[in-house]
């Protein structure tokens, strides 16, 4: 019995061994598991929603991709939202006001300074530096994501401004689409169209007088050699600080041009914010307006549209002393907020998605226009890269693209403008008082 007994507890204790040694070796697999499975990320960016909610997923997925194919150890996801022009600014300002944890913004240029004066933008100067991208950027985009020396912010892509016409309503008018390139030819072809169209409901030209028509002067005042602010020594304040000199003889002689449209008959337009679509409609015969015009035809008439549809890769010019036409060019930033705890991840994701193969074909698909020197060449050597109408004649813009100051203050400075544009072609007030009156505003905003 006892022998038989010393059996049935060695094969007890022999069970038991192996019940502790599965137990031993479940919990080693249970340990060293964890160190093979993947990281999961998830990058949160805000986004304007490029007035067509949706955009942004055809160029941010082959992008996402591409990071996750880098890094097959973790399982990075993005998570964006996407808001209405008129709302981006301020769900930024809330959310980097609120600490909220962002990976990803896309900034409107003249936000720029407002942003990283507040503390909100990463120093993304030693980023740049290790990419060695610069040289491929246009100058003017390149510099465009700089406040303070110091690179916040790389410019993706950029619009400009041109000169849209009916070609069958000039035809009909006797108005030759060259004469449009010169200020007179400019007030004396809108004489002609409103004599013809105005009896059919059809306005000549649509002279914009509402919050953006500060963007649509610009142009006129840079052509004859002015601009909206210079730095200045002796600041009472800073020491040295941005100064208005939109008050120029130049800028006089700008809003001069916007005062001789409406003395000859053309009408300000105060509700501009349907104006590509008022174009569209046919109800004006021209319009200085963006590079986003032809993305407002249906698709089955963009096709067709340069047959119908003029464009000059201009602003009208001065007749007295310049042959150089200028442009404004907005469009939007890439930023990593100091809020980001993935910053280098949603680097190398910014840097994906501006490679020319996943960019170039997405810019060209919208009409966008390239920030970047190499795939403005390359589409305008290879025009079957796009079939966006007068594509290549936008681009060929570019050069001729000033960009307004990316300062704190620069909507304070913008509304004062408008303030005396909107008092020269509402209210007949004399352009040049009108004009020191807004730069003395400004200035005091700006601390002097």
């Given amino acids: 019995m006892a022998n038989c007994y010393h059996i049935k507890l060695v094969h007890k204790l022999g069970i038991l061994s192996i019940v502790i040694m599965l137990i031993m070796a479940t919990g080693t697999a249970s340990s060293i598991t964890p160190s093979y499975a993947q990281k999961e990320i998830t990058l949160r960016a805000l986004l304007d929603n490029l007035a067509d909610p949706g955009r942004w997923d055809?160029?941010?997925?082959?992008?996402?991709?591409?990071l996750r194919a880098r890094h097959s150890d973790e399982n990075i996801n993005i998570k964006y939202e996407e808001f209405p022009y008129n709302d981006t600014r301020n769900y930024i300002l809330t959310a980097m006001s609120n600490q909220t944890p962002i990976d990803l913004l896309s900034v409107d240029q003249i936000w720029l300074g407002e942003f990283a004066e507040k503390g909100f933008l990463?120093?993304?100067t030693n980023y740049t530096k290790g990419w060695e991208r610069q040289n491929d950027w246009y100058e003017e985009s390149w510099d465009g994501g700089f406040y303070k020396d110091t690179m916040y912010a790389i410019w993706?892509?950029?619009?400009?401004?041109?000169?849209?016409?009916w070609k069958d309503m000039l035809d009909k008018a006797g108005v030759d689409p060259n004469s449009l390139r010169t200020w007179d030819g400019y007030i004396e072809a809108a004489k002609k169209l409103n004599t013809t169209l105005r009896p059919h409901g059809i306005e000549g030209m649509y002279l914009v007088a509402a919050s953006h028509s500060p963007d649509m002067w610009y142009p006129y005042l840079w052509m004859l050699g002015g601009n909206i602010v210079e730095y200045r020594d002796n600041h009472p304040e800073r020491g040295s600080y941005?100064?208005?000199i939109y008050n120029s003889s130049q800028g006089v002689g700008a809003l001069e041009f916007l005062r001789e449209q409406v003395i000859n008959g053309i009408k300000p337009q105060e509700d501009a914010l349907y104006q590509a679509q008022d174009f569209v409609n046919r109800k004006f015969a021209v319009s200085l307006d963006g590079s986003w015009v032809p993305g407002e035809f249906p698709p089955e008439e963009q096709k067709h549209l340069e047959e119908k549809v003029g464009f000059l890769p201009v602003f009208p010019i001065s007749s007295n002393g310049t042959?150089?036409?200028?442009t404004l060019m907005g469009g939007w930033e890439l930023s990593i907020p100091t809020t980001s705890r993935n910053k280098d991840l949603a680097w190398e994701l910014i840097t994906i998605m501006l490679e020319p193969k996943f960019?170039?074909?997405w810019i060209s698909k919208f009409g966008y226009l390239p920030t970047q020197s190499v795939i403005g060449e390359t589409v305008r050597a290879n025009s079957s890269l796009s079939s966006f109408p007068y594509y290549d004649e936008m681009i060929g813009m570019i050069p001729s693209g000033y960009v307004r100051p990316s300062i704190p203050e620069y909507s304070l400075i913008a509304h004062d403008i408008r303030e005396a544009i909107n008092r020269v072609v509402f209210e007949g007030k004399d352009v040049n008082q009108a004009l020191q009156e807004a730069a003395f505003k400004s200035a005091k905003s700006l601390g002097w």
């Fill in 122 to 124: 990463t120093n993304l």
């Fill in 58 to 66: 055809s160029l941010i997925q082959p992008a996402l991709q591409e």
């Fill in 359 to 361: 960019l170039a074909p």
């Fill in 323 to 326: 042959n150089q036409t200028a």
């Fill in 242 to 244: 941005w100064f208005p």
């Fill in 156 to 165: 993706a892509w950029t619009d400009i401004r041109g000169l849209w016409y």
